[in-house]
């Protein structure tokens, strides 16, 4: 069972992430902002981050950027689920090491199609 880290401050929006992923088989860690994913995931394997931008304490890009740094998540998928849907701010993701961008509101198949495609088999 893939393991999934989903990070956004908005608790209605954790809840439809998480039950949306538990109702495909998919662990899911959730976390408030960037700050208390990284002290939530501490050495567990994670095999996908699923992460807002907009979040107290710490960010989606900067929580990315923090990520990347560590090499067991270089390759880990990361993608972003989000209201910001302009280019510079999807072009600041890619640069950050974003995998994929979501616009909120999310469609749940949707979301589990994309995972689907860029979890590791």
């Known amino acids: 069972m893939a393991s999934i880290l989903a990070v956004d401050d908005s608790a209605s929006m954790r809840q439809m992430v998480s039950f949306t ?3 495909s088989g998919y662990d899911v860690i ?4 960037g700050q208390d994913a990284l002290d939530k995931i501490g050495d567990r394997h994670v095999d996908l981050v699923l992460t807002d931008q907009n979040m107290p304490r710490m960010d989606g890009l900067t929580l990315i950027r923090e990520l990347r740094g560590v090499d067991r998540f270089k ?7 989000t209201t910001e849907s302009s280019d510079e701010m999807k072009q600041a993701g890619r640069a950050a090491g974003a995998t994929g961008w979501m616009v ?3 469609d749940p198949q949707r979301l589990l199609e994309i995972i689907s495609k860029v979890l590791p088999n």
């Open 30 to 33: 959730e976390a408030i902002d």
């Open 21 to 23: 992923l538990r109702s």
């Open 104 to 106: 909120k509101p999310f």
């Open 75 to 81: 390759r880990t998928p990361i993608l972003m689920l």
